[in-house]
């Protein structure tokens, strides 16, 4: 997949109209203003750096958390007809989805991924970036909130919960919080959940985008099997004393 100029553009600019519209008070501008200051990077980076994951093409990254955006207000409206209570907002719905993978950017010195400078790497394997060693090892949903702090940008319970959940039970480390029998310590929001659904729903979209047709227009093979036909093996018993045994209780 490859995006050209245009779209790469058109991309940032629906990203940067949902803050516009949706995000509001002084959070807006901090995130705007970040946004911004680090646009280069935003625009080409990666959703992932491996071929084998989703969107793992320059624009990669913006053009999922769009999709993500668009699908959560959607997965929202439906858990609101299904009669759940709503007891977040719309505009708590995109920020979350908006910075859900905000820790994908790295730090603000390094970048999370970078050109691959193995040739090899590169030809053979389709692996075009790098993890960057340099940046020291976060998850993503922690990095992502680590950041928002950082930019003093305040953050509603809803969307901490949303954005550090957002993998789900992907995320070994989600299951105190999704796997709870006892009402009391049951998550009191659905953000979570919708912003979850809206994630996997993009991620798979992606997925089929890039690999259903290649792995359609890959020949199987069939299994080999074996020209002799194998009889099953007979269990021979050589145990005189069960065979007594047997014996006087038949006769
Ligand atoms: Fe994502």
Redesign the pocket.
Same mark, same amino acid.
């Given at each position: 997949m490859e995006l050209n100029e245009e779209q790469l553009l058109a991309n940032w600019s629906t990203f940067l109209n949902y803050i516009e519209k949706y995000i509001t008070g002084e959070r807006k501008q901090k995130l705007l203003d970040f946004y911004l200051q680090y646009e280069e990077r935003f625009v080409l980076m990666p959703?992932s750096h491996k071929p084998q994951y989703?969107n793992c093409f320059p624009g990669g990254y913006v053009e999922?958390?769009n999709r993500?955006v668009e699908a959560s207000l959607k997965v929202n409206q439906l858990w609101n007809e299904f009669g759940t209570k709503s007891n977040h907002t719309v505009e708590e719905v995109v920020f979350a989805a908006l910075n859900? /993978?905000l820790g994908k950017f790295g730090d603000f010195v390094n970048e999370a991924v970078l050109p691959n400078p193995s040739e090899w790497h590169v030809k053979n394997r389709g692996e075009i970036y790098t993890f960057n060693t340099q940046l020291d090892y976060m998850t993503v949903p922690d990095r992502g909130l680590w950041l928002l702090t950082q930019l003093g940008i305040s953050i509603s319970k809803n969307e901490y919960l949303a954005i550090k959940l957002?993998d789900g039970l992907y995320d070994e480390a989600n299951k105190p919080y999704l796997m709870s029998w006892s009402p009391e310590t049951k998550l009191r929001t659905s953000l979570p959940y919708i912003i979850h659904q809206a /994630?996997l729903l993009?991620?798979r979209v992606e997925f089929e985008r890039e690999w259903i047709d290649k792995l359609n227009n890959t020949p199987v093979e069939a299994p080999k099997l074996s020209k002799t036909k194998q009889e099953p093996k007979q269990v021979v018993v050589e145990n005189d004393s069960l065979k007594d045994a047997m014996a006087s209780f038949f006769n």
């Open positions: 959703a989703h999922h958390v993500v859900h /993978d957002h /994630d993009a991620a």
